[in-house]
């Protein structure tokens, strides 16, 4: 065992990687607190993953983000997994730790509550029921996170029913799964509605579900970033509902893990914001 080296190294994993944001989050971070670390983007073919997250450590990193299609396999190999990451089934955010043990965490869940907090500050999750369209792990995450908030009901809505159910089964009694075409209906009286799912991403078919019997004081949220303003925020603000888009998401749950590797905790505010989107 011996101590890291002086200059950090952390990245990101997946494959493919190309197209990732993380490196340009965290290399302005660096940049803009004159830290030394570097932060690079690591392809990784899904039968080298094991190999390869032990070498890592030897070669001078303290930690890494974790994305597609590693996010489950993840946790097979690290360690120790947190409790929020067991009950989700994936995680975002290890940590290569002095004793040689690898730390799994999810921060999906708080990067999306931060973002909601920071742009919506008015926005009370105990006011009325949530929904919540897709039933992947983004949504387990947004699910695990709303209930720790105080939200009293979540209405989950996914294609493939029984990815839904397995969420109602890991996650208790609040959580209520209905067919998608009973969408109108139940964001009637909403507090909150969130699209977890890939629709409306650029390259993916588009989130067409009519959004026009929404509560117009609910507050809509997209995990999509990529536009920014997404179809599903377009038809929330024509309704005068309170939107946020997904790319506060990505920027705050990288939060705690630029803190760990690199030891200060950066701040989320526009810089970061237009350091990301003009990468
Ligand atoms: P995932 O596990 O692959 O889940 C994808 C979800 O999208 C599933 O609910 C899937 O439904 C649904 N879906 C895909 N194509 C669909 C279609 N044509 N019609 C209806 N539903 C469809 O992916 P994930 O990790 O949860 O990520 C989901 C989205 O969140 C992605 O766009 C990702 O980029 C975004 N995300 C953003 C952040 C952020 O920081 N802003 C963080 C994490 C994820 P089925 O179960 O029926 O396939």
């Known amino acids: 065992m011996t101590d890291h080296p002086r200059i950090p190294l952390a990245g990101v994993i997946g494959h493919p990687i190309a197209h990732s944001r993380s490196p340009a989050l965290h290399g302005f971070w660096l940049r803009r607190y004159g830290l030394k670390g570097h932060y690079i983007p690591i392809d990784i073919a899904p039968s080298d993953l094991p190999e390869m997250i032990r070498t890592l450590p030897r070669l001078g990193f303290v930690g890494l983000n974790v994305t597609i299609p590693h996010k489950e396999s993840i946790l097979h190999i690290a360690d120790i997994v947190t409790d929020r990451a067991a009950l989700i089934g994936a995680a975002n955010t290890l940590i290569f730790r002095k004793d040689g043990k690898i730390h ?18 008015h926005w009370a999750p105990a006011a009325g029921p949530a929904v919540v369209f897709g039933a992947g792990g983004a949504a387990r995450a947004v699910v695990a996170a709303l209930i720790e908030v105080g939200v009293p009901e979540i209405r989950l809505m996914n294609r493939t029913r029984p990815r839904a159910d397995a969420v109602r089964a890991d996650f208790g009694a609040k959580v209520h799964v209905h067919d998608w075409v009973q969408a109108g209906h139940l964001i009637e009286d909403a507090a909150t509605v969130v699209n977890t799912t890939s629709l409306g991403m650029t390259g993916k078919p588009d989130f067409t579900t009519p959004l026009d ?3 117009p004081h609910a507050l809509v949220t997209d995990l999509v970033y990529t536009p ?23 920027l705050h749950q990288a939060a705690p893990g630029f803190e760990r590797w690199f030891g200060l905790r950066p701040e989320v505010d526009e810089a970061t914001r237009q350091a990301v989107l003009s990468a």
Request: hydrophobic share 40%; aromatic share 4%; proline share 2%.
């Open 104 to 121: 799994a965490d999810n921060t999906d869940g708080s990067g999306f509550i931060a973002n909601l907090r920071q742009n919506a500050p």
């Open 213 to 215: 019997r929404l509560n």
């Open 228 to 250: 920014l303003k997404t179809q599903f925020l377009t038809q929330a603000e024509a309704r005068g509902a309170t939107v946020v888009d997904g790319l506060g998401m990505l």
